[in-house]
């Protein structure tokens, strides 16, 4: 039995469709109570808050958000009586608005960028809110560091990771995730992904895409970019095509962020698989009998794994055509 909703956050590693010679395997974030990866954080910035003095259950609370983080904070502040004003960018989905509302959060929407919002975020701040600040909270990347990368240490069992792939908004997952994995695997590559018309990380300028959750037009404090081996960009249109074969042809169902990490996941395994090695599948639930050669992925040690992040459900873009 657990103390409260907040005791589940967790989720699996699964394998998905790999190129010849090597493994590609997500952490599945909807499996998260709160339906993302953003509980972990979430969780982590209200609990390290209240340990410091600098909230307690019944206080105002605001943040900045382009949804996930939102709906994180949503549970949270429900679970833990807190009063929570969610500003976001008025193009975000439909399906993000509706549950921050159901877990009784109030919403402001904002014409313009996530820097609009963060600039509301801050009035809110003088009229006696108090911000979390996702952007720049340490507590935010220490979450995945600590839930997130250890997870998969403990998931991948006796295999090495040789590549670490994720996607970059606030900089938490990857900095926090990829600092528990190098120590892990001080070999392995990490890898940074961004929207190709929003790169700021590879070109300096912010762009302009409709990537929801990827890409917040500016480099968060969050982001360790000395861990970042190197920076790969994803069109809109690819990722979301991909999100379209991986809820057709494999039953998981994800958004845009997801189909981006998945597309470069997928290219940095081609890139260092080894056809001639032997990957056998993760036995599974149509799998009647275990064999050595499968039975957990053991024999599997030589072949390289890549590891990502699939962020959210494919059900908070159901309104945005991504499935039409």
């Not at 010679?21 to 997500?26: E, F, H, L, M, P």
């Not at 919403?107 to 809110?129: I, Q, S």
């Not at 597309?263 to 599974?284: N, S």
């Not at 390289?304 to 945005?320: A, I, K, M, N, Q």
């Amino acid at each position: 039995m657990k103390a409260s909703i907040l005791d589940t956050i967790g989720s699996p590693l699964v394998q998905v469709d790999s190129p010849e010679g090597a493994t590609v395997a997500a952490k599945i974030e909807s499996f998260n109570p709160g339906g993302s990866a953003k509980d972990r954080p979430a969780r982590e910035m209200i609990r390290a808050a209240e340990r410091e003095g600098r909230i307690e259950p019944g206080d105002w609370l605001v943040e900045p958000t382009s949804g996930n983080t939102g709906i994180g904070l949503a549970l949270v502040a429900a679970a833990r009586d807190y009063d929570l004003t969610i500003v976001m960018p008025s193009d975000k989905s439909e399906e993000r608005r509706q549950v921050m509302a159901a877990y009784g959060a109030d919403l402001e929407l904002v014409d313009g960028t996530m820097e609009d919002a963060r600039d509301r975020a801050d009035d809110l701040v003088e009229e006696g809110a108090i911000q979390l600040g996702q952007f720049d909270n340490p507590a935010n990347p220490e979450a995945h560091y600590r839930t997130t990368g250890e997870e998969i240490v403990e998931q991948v069992g006796d295999r090495e990771i040789d590549a670490f792939v994720a996607g970059v908004g606030t900089g938490g997952t990857i900095s926090g995730t990829g600092r528990r994995l190098r120590e892990e695997f001080p070999e392995m590559e990490i890898v940074a992904l961004e929207p190709a018309r929003n790169a700021v990380l590879s070109t300096g300028k912010a762009g302009n895409d409709d990537f929801q959750g990827m890409g917040p037009g500016f480099v968060s404090e969050n982001l360790d970019r000395d861990l970042i081996d190197r920076v790969e960009t994803v069109r809109l249109e690819d990722a979301e095509a991909e999100c379209r074969r991986l809820a057709r042809e494999e039953g998981i169902l994800v958004g845009q962020s997801s189909g981006a990490t998945s597309l470069i996941a997928r290219q940095v395994a081609a890139e260092i698989a080894e056809p001639g090695t032997d990957c056998p599948d993760v036995v599974g639930a149509f799998d009647e009998v275990a064999s050595p050669e499968t039975d957990g992925g053991r024999g599997a040690e030589d072949c390289p794994l890549v590891v990502t992040v699939f962020w959210d459900s494919g059900e908070r873009y159901l309104s945005t055509g991504l499935f039409d």
